[in-house]
């Protein structure tokens, strides 16, 4: 297929290579030509096409489990999956709040809309079992129960190791 010379970019003095091509732009502070003295064209372009391939691999929805999100893995941008996952979120949050799981009148630790906000509730939570933690402290919080409940199931990982 023979070039179309009406083009701006043939009108130049010949065609060059982009490797010959110098690079006078600006380039960003993460780029790792940032300390090359000499940037050519080419190279800018190799990294974009490498920023670009990083970007779509990991943007990648393809694998996402949408069990229970309202969401087209063909169709909708990553923004409406994350939207998707906030919306749950603040879902789960209400009904917590709702039921007396979390205490909706805590001050929030999170930033407005995170979705996290309030402190989690013991009362209703059976913690019979586990009344007090390794030093033999009662358990008063969520995160000694947490911490005693990983205790727990480290030990029988390590029983079961042996």
Same mark, same amino acid.
């Given at each position: 297929m023979a070039c179309n010379t009406d083009k701006k970019k043939y009108r130049c003095d010949g065609r060059h290579s982009a490797t010959c091509t110098?690079? #006078?732009?600006?380039?960003?502070? +993460?780029?790792?030509?940032?300390?090359?003295?000499? &940037?050519?064209t080419a190279e800018t372009t190799d990294e974009l096409y490498r920023w670009v391939g990083e970007l779509r691999k990991d943007l990648d929805?393809?694998?996402?489990?949408?069990?229970?999100? #309202?969401?087209?893995?063909?169709? +909708?941008?990553?923004?409406?999956?994350?939207?998707? &996952?906030?919306?749950?979120?603040?879902?789960l949050e209400k009904k917590l709040k709702d039921s007396g799981v979390i205490d909706s009148d805590s001050s929030s630790s999170g930033s407005k809309g995170s979705g996290v906000s309030g402190s989690i509730s013991l009362n209703k939570i059976d913690t019979s079992c586990l009344t007090e933690d390794s030093c033999g402290n009662k358990i008063t919080d969520v995160n000694t129960l947490l911490q005693e409940m990983l205790r727990f199931m480290c030990k029988l990982k390590n029983c079961s190791d042996e």
């Open positions: 110098f690079y #006078e732009g600006k380039l960003p502070e +993460d780029s790792k030509l940032k300390e090359e003295s000499c &940037v050519t929805k393809s694998k996402i489990e949408k069990e229970c999100f #309202e969401f087209d893995k063909d169709k +909708d941008t990553f923004v409406v999956f994350l939207n998707s &996952v906030v919306k749950k979120i603040c879902d």
